[in-house]
């Protein structure tokens, strides 16, 4: 069957969909990923190991200064829901025509459209040409249950659960659907009353949640599946550990990984780039622990080496996080699940809305402590946090029970098996 797929965003929206991809083409599928991403990388060596074909749709923003002041504004928000307006109003909004041009074409080519919760032009595309097109969720925060509270809130019970997300479902529809009818109005299709109406297909909704994350619900429809996080075959990323790196694992205990991933990989401020890194620095030493930092350090020349820090700009997570006591992160839908799968406790540092939903999910779990906040947060709170994370031993013990669960599970297989089966002949 020939599959279009379409994706948006950082590194944790896109490596989902080339593994994905890959997946269904190893199974005998022909594949198109069309990509829009947030840190202008090349991902053309992935699509050709994993055999799919691989488009670029253009860039999030216009160039370094816009991406910069975005950033800014993202920054300053005051709460999550304003961070998704900013989201959605200056990223996504901006590019939503060359978005929209390229699910058409993809529409045309394919006889099975597949898109990103978010990307709302997909679906268009498809219901425009009644091509039968298939949602992937990368979370399950806004799926809305009575037996699962409202993002942010304590579980009350079926029934004040129930009204909490009516109402949350009626504020998040004010900030998001007037752009989606925008879209569909011009394209002369019916207005939704929900953003739910097209971020779910009724085919088919997949969510790239490991089981032992999300436990399905009673009352959630059969649309809806748990399929387990899509997570990339290690022989699509081949990576030999350097020596140096070897030799720092092995002169002492195991360090703690940190990095806040491609909230640090899009930012275009030196200084801003400069100053978190420093607070990683200064929370690991303050910590007393060994730590293997992942930064942008060819571009900070005046944070002093140290003998308990390791420098990196990049390094594989699925190979060197079972090598970490614990990994410090920002929340990612892909790096939360790499990390449990790995074995590892998380600290989590959010940034921006579904980082902040990860952040209590792993806590309810016993998997993290309480969330820290990107605007508030120092050092001195890191390391405490860090602290509590190494001093509790049943937490790498938790952490170990869910990795070996997650390991024996198989996402993409599962999400291929599903794809077949609706197509079955």
Known sequence: MRIGIQTWGSDGDIYPFIALAGGLAAAGHEVTLALTSAERKDYGPLASRL????????????????????????????????????????????????????SKRLCAQNELMIGHFLMHPAQAAAEKVHCPYVSVALNHGAIPS????LMGMPSLGPVINGLLWKLGLRVLNRHIVPQINRLRRREGL????????????????LIAVSPSLCHRPPDWESHHHVCGFFNMPDEARPWEMPDDLRRFLDAGPPPVYMTFGSMLAAEVDVARIRETTAMLVGAAIRAGSRAIIQSRWKEIVDIPEHPDIYRVTSAP???????????????????TQTATLCGCPSVIVAHISDQYFWARELKRLELA??????????????????????RTPAMAENAQRYGTMLAAEDGVGRAVAIIGALFKK
């Open 51 to 102: 055999g799919f074909q691989l488009i670029t749709v253009g860039y999030i923003g216009k160039d370094a200064a816009d991406l910069q002041d975005l950033s800014n504004h993202m920054r300053k928000a005051r709460s999550p829901l304003e961070q998704l307006d900013l989201i959605l109003d200056r990223a996504f909004e901006a590019g939503v025509d060359a978005l929209y041009e390229a």
């Open 146 to 149: 009575r037996y699962l509270p």
């Open 190 to 205: 019916s207005p939704v009353a929900s953003f739910r109406e097209v971020w779910e297909s009724r085919l088919a909704n």
């Open 317 to 335: 997570h699925t190979k060197i996080f079972p090598l970490c006591a614990a990994v410090v992160h920002h929340g990612g839908a892909g790096t």
């Open 369 to 390: 402590p309480a969330g820290l906040e990107r605007r508030t947060v120092t050092a001195r709170k890191l390391a405490c946090r860090m602290c509590r994370v190494l």
